[in-house]
Structure formats: structure tokens, C-alpha cells
């Protein structure tokens, strides 16, 4: 879900009440649809509890997924949408990341009832899922992570054609694996043997810092946060380390068939100084939080919180206003 203020001649306007008002977008997974609405405003600036009509974007590509992974890609699979604003460009436009066709695409506000319009849509590399988007401060350029290849693609941002592709890093290293690293492989206890095949990786998180400087992706079944360094103003990341999102020590798995795992689901920067990373292990049930250097954009666990399947986290300010 994501939160977007409608410029004007978006929703405000469009239904004859004055200004405009913010917009509330939501992907929708099964059908690959995104959907938005928002609360009317009057000539006054004042905003009312009615709700606008709603907004309905397609994904462009029509019904068909890429069907290149078949059993998640038969049809259009909206996994994320994110406001964005090109930069030099004072309009928001937003970034959707359809796993299920292989494509993100970029829409523009428009006039009048349509309120967005498709700019343009970017085709990944066949099969490789885009899931979760992340952008740079300055709004040159966003960061896709892909779940099913585990990739990141680099992406320059224009407003008036589609994203351009610039970049694509391996988030895994070359054996498939979290590899050394600044953080080390990951732990895995005697259930780890030889004989217990390695479960498989799917990527699921990406953020930014607000200083530019770092981009950080989790990805499941290696269990690992990927930190990575920008460079040439963002336009190329480079992997700095892999950092393992819990320990062994962490894991509880009754059912000694099972493959024990913490599977990062979520991840966020918070502290005012974005000094902290934390980590939600869905299946570990806990939260991880790490001390977050700014110069490095190194991790050093700090503590592990119990929760039950944690799957989203939402940094609240702090301290709170008085």
C-alpha cells in the first residue's frame, strides 16, 4: 500500500470539490490490479469522510502473466506500488511491480476522471518476479528487488517514457548461497547436515536510506539481509556484505524433516538517524534488530523481540510528540 498526495486536476477536482486530496493506493495481488481512493475536499481545504470513486489501474499487459514460472505467473501478480517523484519533476508519479507479468510499470497523474495514466511499462528478465520497489532520495532512480530470481534491477527514472533498466545484481553469491560476507554465512546447527538439502531463495524486501548512500535487501530460505552500496549517484550498487537475518541459536523446529528458518520477511530502517535496521523472521516468529553504521552501512545484531509471524513492520517516531 502506498500513500500518494494527488497534484492538481487529480482526485479534488476531478469530482468539482475544490483542491486535491491525498490518495490511498493499495496492490492488489490476485488479480494484479491497483486500486486508490480518497477523501473528497471542499472548497475550503477541509476534507470530508466521504470517499471519492475509487481508481482502477489494469496491468497493461491484459489477463496473461509471463507464465514463465507457472505456478506463480499464469496472470498478473501487483505485488507493490510505490509514489515516486522523477527527478527536477514536482507531480508524483507511482512504480508498480507486477510479479506475475515480469514488468514495472510507471503511471502519471492525468485529468479529470482518469486521474493516472500509464507513462510506460519496464520488462524484467523473464521469470524474475518483481515484488517489492524501493527509490532513491533525489527520485533519479528506484530499485526493484525481483523475488524469483533473486535480482535487484537498478532503474533509471524519467517522466515522460518508462523506467530504464540500469543495473541488475546478483543479491546471492555464486554458489546460490548468503556467502562470507562482512556478516558471515548464516548458522546452521546440526539440523543443517549434509544431507538435509538447502531450502530455496526468494527475495522479499528493499529499502533505501535517506542519505542515499546504501540500498538493503532480505531474501528467504538463504535468510540473509544483502547491504549494498550506491555509486555514480545512485545509477550502480555494489555488494557490500551479507548479514544473516538470525542466528542459529534463534531456531525451534519440533520436526526434525523440516528445514528450520527465519525467513526475512520485512525489513526497515528506523531511529532518527536511521542508526537501526530490524528485521521481521516470519518463521522464527521474532524481530532482529541491528545497529546500522552510516559510513559502512554495516550490521551488528543488537537484540531479538518474540512475535508471532511477523510478515510487515511500520516504524512509529520517537520519542513521541508530547
Not at 527536477?88 to 497523474?109: K, N, R
Request: contains cysteine.
Amino acid at each position: 500500500m502506498a500513500l500518494i498526495a494527488q497534484p492538481n486536476g487529480g482526485l479534488g477536482e476531478a469530482h468539482g470539490k475544490g483542491p486535491a486530496s491525498p490518495l490511498v493506493l493499495a496492490a492488489n495481488y490476485d488479480d494484479g490490479s491497483v486500486v486508490g481512493v480518497g477523501a473528497t475536499v471542499d472548497a475550503k481545504g477541509r476534507r470530508t469522510a466521504a470517499m471519492a470513486r475509487p481508481l482502477m489501474l489494469r496491468a497493461p499487459a491484459g489477463e496473461a502473466g509471463s507464465k514463465v514460472v507457472a505456478e506463480r505467473q499464469a496472470s498478473p501478480h501487483a505485488h507493490c506500488c510505490l509514489p515516486v517523484t522523477p527527478k527536477g519533476q514536482a507531480e508524483q508519479h507511482v512504480l508498480v511491480a507486477d510479479l506475475g507479468a515480469d514488468t514495472v510499470s510507471q503511471y502519471a497523474p492525468g485529468a479529470g476522471a482518469a486521474q493516472l495514466h500509464l507513462v510506460g511499462s519496464l520488462a524484467a528478465a523473464a521469470g524474475a518476479g518483481p515484488r517489492h520497489l524501493a527509490a532513491s532520495p533525489d527520485g533519479a532512480h528506484a530499485y526493484c528487488v525481483c523475488e524469483l530470481d533473486n535480482t535487484l534491477l537498478v532503474l533509471r527514472l524519467h517522466a515522460d517514457k518508462p523506467p530504464e533498466l540500469r543495473q541488475r545484481v546478483a543479491l546471492l553469491a555464486a554458489d546460490g548461497g548468503a556467502g562470507a560476507g562482512a556478516g558471515g554465512a548464516p548458522k546452521k546447527g546440526k539440523r543443517a547436515a549434509a544431507e538435509t538439502p538447502t531450502p530455496a531463495s526468494f527475495a522479499s524486501a528493499i529499502i533505501a536510506s535517506r542519505d542515499g548512500r546504501h540500498v538493503y535487501a532480505a531474501v528467504r530460505g538463504a535468510d540473509i539481509i544483502v547491504t549494498l552500496q550506491t555509486e555514480q549517484g545512485g545509477a550502480r550498487l555494489a555488494v557490500v556484505s551479507r548479514t544473516p537475518s538470525g542466528e542459529a541459536a534463534d531456531l525451534t523446529c519440533p520436526d526434525e524433516s523440516r528445514w528450520p528458518a527465519h525467513t526475512p520477511r520485512d525489513i526497515k530502517l528506523a531511529g532518527p538517524r536511521e542508526e537501526l535496521l530490524l528485521a521481521a523472521n516470519q518463521d522464527s516468529h521474532s524481530i532482529v534488530s541491528f545497529r546500522r553504521d552510516a559510513d559502512t552501512g554495516g550490521l551488528a545484531r543488537l537484540s531479538i523481540v518474540e512475535s508471532p509471524s511477523p510478515c510487515c513492520l511500520l516504524p512509529l517516531a520517537w520519542p513521541p510528540p508530547s
